[in-house]
């Protein structure tokens, strides 16, 4: 356990060194509001704001360069828990609320004591975690040492959740400072992104990871095209006259289309298919997995099945890569 931890921490640390070199990280702060005239306490708040900013940035970067978070897998209950349904990701299995839980992470990297990407808060200013006021809690809370009163909220969200501390309860009326420091959105690119690194060790500066997240969101782009054009030899309008079967006896034994269409499947990719997931492979190409009568019992991850996708490349895409690698 020492030795795993001793290279997990040293992963990191090659990361941050690559880091440091970097550029400058863009700003992502959202929402802020100045409702005061304390100069000191603006002052204070735009520190911790930028602060925290930069590191919520930082460990994103982090996340998605290396999904298996290294030294950090057991940071608290978020990185176990992400650990978990990162390998049942990578397993081709169902994951629930899995953006959530990579916000979580991010969250937890930045406010935990033992990560390096915890900032140091601003003199004489200390920093709280997930303090509840009443039906509202914000995720960081900058307070005076010197008093013990609140200065500054701050929400961790990702950018596609923006502005929606405006939903939340009076943040206006229960502190004059606030903002939001947002992350990218997890999206099916970024996690095509994160499979490509799943060994990796954290090496990845700022220009490597723009450059290589551009390249997988593209990749994705044209391979969802690709899979939306091919699920339409699987829609039931284009099949239904080949199931040998009367629609009557179709309605009343949901298994003759699920059969039908599972082995059409296997035999197409040339691979073995599991019925469950069949209807969740159905909905990475867009097919309406209900058409073939899965829907009580059945539960449909897109992910999942594009996962699945990927895994099982027809022989045309096989040569294409392998041409492509030699050019």
Same mark, same amino acid.
């Given at each position: 356990?020492?030795?795993?931890?001793?290279?997990?921490?040293?992963?990191?640390?090659?990361?941050?060194?690559?880091?440091?070199? $970097?550029? *400058?990280?863009?700003?992502?702060? =959202? #929402?802020?509001?100045?409702?005061?005239?304390? &100069?000191?306490?603006?002052?204070?708040?735009?520190?911790?704001?930028?602060?925290?900013?930069?590191?919520?940035?930082?460990?994103?970067?982090?996340?998605?360069?290396?999904?298996?978070?290294?030294?950090?897998?057991?940071?608290?209950?978020?990185?176990?828990?992400?650990?978990?349904?990162?390998?049942?990701?990578?397993?081709?299995?169902?994951?629930?609320?899995? $953006?959530? *839980?990579?916000?979580?992470?991010? =969250? #937890?990297?930045?406010?935990?004591?033992?990560? &390096?990407?915890?900032?140091?808060?601003?003199?004489?200013?200390?920093?709280?975690?997930?303090v509840t006021y009443g039906g509202t809690r914000p995720d960081l809370v900058l307070r005076s040492t010197k008093d013990g009163g609140d200065i500054a909220w701050l929400d961790l969200t990702a950018s596609n959740s923006a502005e929606h501390i405006y939903d939340?309860?009076?943040?206006?009326?229960?502190?004059?400072?606030?903002?939001?420091?947002?992350?990218? #959105?997890?999206?099916?690119?970024?996690?095509?992104?994160?499979?490509?690194?799943?060994?990796?060790?954290?090496?990845?500066?700022?220009?490597?990871?723009?450059?290589?997240?551009?390249?997988?969101?593209?990749?994705?782009?044209?391979?969802?095209?690709?899979?939306?054009?091919?699920?339409?030899?699987?829609?039931?309008?284009?099949?239904?006259?080949?199931?040998?079967?009367?629609?009557?006896?179709?309605?009343?034994?949901?298994?003759?289309?699920?059969?039908?269409?599972?082995?059409?499947?296997?035999?197409?990719?040339?691979?073995?298919?599991?019925?469950?997931?069949?209807?969740?492979?159905?909905?990475?190409?867009?097919?309406?997995?209900?058409?073939?009568?899965?829907?009580?019992?059945?539960?449909?991850?897109?992910?999942?099945?594009?996962?699945?996708?990927?895994?099982?490349?027809?022989?045309?895409?096989?040569?294409?890569?392998?041409?492509?690698?030699?050019?």
């Amino acid at each position: 356990m020492q030795l795993q931890k001793s290279f997990g921490n040293r992963a990191t640390m090659q990361y941050l060194q690559a880091r440091s070199s $970097a550029k *400058t990280l863009q700003r992502a702060l =959202e #929402s802020e509001e100045y409702n005061t005239k304390n &100069e000191a306490n603006i002052k204070s708040a735009k520190s911790f704001f930028d602060e925290y900013d930069k590191a919520v940035q930082r460990a994103y970067q982090y996340v998605i360069s290396v999904p298996s978070l290294r030294g950090y897998a057991d940071l608290d209950g978020y990185t176990q828990l992400w650990i978990t349904k990162w390998n049942k990701y990578l397993n081709n299995e169902k994951v629930d609320l899995m $953006a959530a *839980t990579f916000g979580y992470v991010i =969250e #937890s990297l930045v406010s935990t004591e033992g990560s &390096e990407f915890k900032p140091a808060p601003p003199s004489k200013c200390s920093v709280a975690t997930q303090v509840t006021y009443g039906g509202t809690r914000p995720d960081l809370v900058l307070r005076s040492t010197k008093d013990g009163g609140d200065i500054a909220w701050l929400d961790l969200t990702a950018s596609n959740s923006a502005e929606h501390i405006y939903d939340k309860e009076g943040w206006r009326d229960k502190v004059s400072i606030f903002a939001e420091a947002t992350y990218p #959105s997890l999206n099916p690119g970024t996690l095509s992104f994160m499979v490509q690194n799943k060994d990796n060790l954290g090496k990845l500066n700022e220009d490597d990871i723009k450059k290589r997240l551009a390249i997988a969101k593209e990749a994705y782009r044209q391979r969802k095209a690709e899979w939306i054009q091919l699920g339409k030899k699987f829609t039931y309008t284009k099949l239904k006259h080949d199931i040998g079967q009367p629609v009557v006896l179709q309605k009343l034994d949901g298994r003759i289309r699920q059969n039908f269409i599972h082995k059409k499947i296997m035999d197409y990719f040339g691979a073995e298919i599991s019925l469950k997931m069949v209807p969740s492979v159905l909905q990475a190409m867009r097919v309406d997995p209900t058409s073939w009568h899965f829907s009580t019992g059945f539960s449909v991850s897109e992910s999942a099945g594009e996962s699945w996708l990927v895994d099982h490349p027809l022989p045309t895409e096989v040569e294409d890569s392998e041409m492509h690698v030699e050019e």
